[in-house]
């Protein structure tokens, strides 16, 4: 069995309100982001119950796999646009992936 290559990648995870969806991904693409992962998620925190039930209560988790630079940039991007007005949570984790030119 042939060895598999393993490149290392950042995984950047953006926990945010829905309305941010279109703001977030052009953001994250002008910044250098190649690709994206997109899903509407359930939740609580400290600030309270988001469970969906009408439009504005609407949360999504955008996951990104790109460079270290470009998750810090647009980690950087999404605290100093979205975070002071908007409900925001972010999590780097350190990731290795295969045909590292996709990402």
Known sequence: MTPLHKHPKTLL???AEAVLEKSLIRDAQRLGAQGWTLT????????GVREGAWEADRT???K???E???ADAI???VLTQYAAHY???LYFAQVEVLRPERY
């Open 13 to 15: 995870v953006v926990v």
């Open 40 to 47: 509407e998620v359930r939740g609580a925190n400290h600030e």
């Open 60 to 62: 999504i988790e955008l």
């Open 64 to 66: 990104l796999i790109c």
């Open 68 to 70: 270290p630079k470009v």
């Open 75 to 77: 980690a950087e991007q």
């Open 87 to 89: 409900s925001v949570a």
